[in-house]
């Protein structure tokens, strides 16, 4: 189990393969990528239970749904990173031919990928749909989601928030990420949404905080008491506190870098701030 | 020519319950998902001997769906069961990225597609639902006639994998096709043999185009009817081969003449076998309150249109 420096290396990495995946190709959201690189790296490196010897219907590992696809670069640099495939590929991302896709697909076959995403408000549906299945395989591995928050102003997370503890789906643990940006602007300006924490108590979900979200330790924690909240009959919530393009610093606490690719002077400025831990690819 | 026996009046919606229940007992990995409308979808039956792979999601038909596909990954082999309306256009999004684009095993089933709906009017009586799941890449799309070839269809669809959309309806209508016949996804079924004009029917159409065929053998006039119950993919060669034949063709479906079997027929045509074709459809229109017969007199979808279709297209060769 790697110690928390080592994770730390691992997200030092992933930064560098996020805005360097961007840059490339001048197109992409680094400001949401980086914003999630520690949990990401939490759950790929450290919680979760799976095969890089990847099989869709994953019976009898832990499985993980991305609801916000258009942070695809953090989820590749992850899984390549966690060797679902080889580093280099990185190289391809949003080219012509690629399997990385802008918004992550099963369409091009890329291991990993379980459900297309990128349209927003699908993913908790679809990973109900995996923790339904794996109650009746007797499966007793978890499913792990990730929303943005500006995601929950799609109606149709809360018919699969409603669904979940109406039906006891407590083999998932949902994470939020709550970094308070959307496109327009801040979430509070483009349309608050009140108290997200009571409103998924409301619904009868388990909700806990992670007040720092990009702290990898608090992360670790967090989802170690998610965990001990499963299978006790209610679906469990993690609302992630995390500022949106962490770890560069010109793109922290703003929501200007959602979907804008660093130009070479910044790329620079952003690698000096993050170092070359695993290689790069 | 031909004919064909009405056994009795049946809903084809009673024949995917059946074919529904059947799964149930054959295969396990059959689940089947319900938006609030078990007993208008017939599967009561399906719910009371495996309630524990059924699965009532309430009125939260997006939600249906991104479950459905989420439920493939496991293995499980997914039915929805909602109205036409609610089971397309509701969820387009739904379909195309996550059970389409994503190409997963689920079967949505559709019942009180068209018209024949009747008196709940055009809020739920859909006529561009073939249209929009067509033209999704990899949607196999299936409109069927009777009870007896949608229960076969049902049975079937469990069988292929990739996502599937099964159009039937709700009103009782003449159950003709054989019993035990083997359903087979994407091949015509040729019903009667002619020579002077090709009718190509699918849904509660096909038994108008029957009645159509011994009306236009009483005047003289030879038709080939072929029952398309699967739009995508077409049967090209036997749509081709017939008209070869006949040199014109009628095109007849519970839909919009936009985006229906009848365009994918043009297109056939075109590509190959340039032919005269009218269509019998609803003309860009939508529906309203009334008796299922009542619409289909008023919106020209019965065996009298085929009759006058028929013979317009023929002085058109």
Known sequence: MPNTQQLEDFVSQVRRDIVRQVHKVNSGHPGGSLGCAEFFTALYQEVMDYSTDFKMDGIGEDLFFLSNGH??????????????????????????????????????GLPGIRIASG??????????GAAEAKKLNNDDHLIYTLHGDGELQEGQNWEAIMYAAGNKI????????????????????????????????????????????????????????AKELTEKGKPVCILLHTVMGNGVDFMMHTHKWHGVAPNDEQLAEALSQNPETLGDY | MKK????????????????????????????ALCADLTGSLKMDEFKADNPERFFQVGIAEANMIGMAAGMTIGGKIPFTGTFANFSTGRVYDQIRQSVAYSGKNVKICASHAGLTLGEDGATHQILEDLGLMKMLPGMTVINTCDYNQTKAATIAIAEMEGPVYLRFGRPKVANFTPEDQKFEI???????EGTDVTIIATGHLVWEALQAAEE?????????????????PLDEEAIIKSVKKTGCVVTAEEHNFLGGLGESVARTL????PTPQEFVATMDT??????????????GLNAEAIVKASEKVIKRK
């Open chain 2, 270 to 273: 075109s590509l190959s076998t």
């Open chain 1, 170 to 225: 407590d083999n998932i643990i949902s994470t939020i990420d709550l970094n308070g940006q959307q496109i327009d602007g801040a979430t509070d300006q483009v349309l608050p949404m009140g108290n997200i924490k009571a409103k998924f108590e409301a619904f009868g979900w388990d909700v806990l905080e992670v007040k720092e979200g990009n702290n990898i330790t608090k992360i670790l924690e967090g989802l170690k008491e």
């Open chain 2, 216 to 232: 236009l053998e009483a005047k003289g006039i030879s038709a080939e009817v072929i029952n398309i119950h699967t739009i995508k």
């Open chain 2, 286 to 299: 939508f529906g309203e309150s009334g008796t299922p017969e009542q619409l289909m007199d008023k919106y």
């Open chain 2, 4 to 31: 064909y026996t009405n056994t009795g009046k049946k809903d084809t919606r009673s024949g995917f319950g059946a074919g529904l229940a059947e799964l149930g007992r054959t295969n396990e990995n059959v689940v």
């Open chain 1, 119 to 128: 349209s927003l408000g699908q993913g908790m549906s679809v990973a109900l």
């Open chain 1, 71 to 108: 942070i695809s670069p953090v989820f590749y640099s992850v899984l390549a990173r966690s060797g679902f495939f080889p580093v280099e590929e990185l190289n391809t991302f949003r080219l012509i031919n690629s399997r990385l896709q802008g918004h992550p697909t099963t369409h091009e």
């Open chain 2, 186 to 192: 994407g091949k015509a079924v040729n019903l009667t």
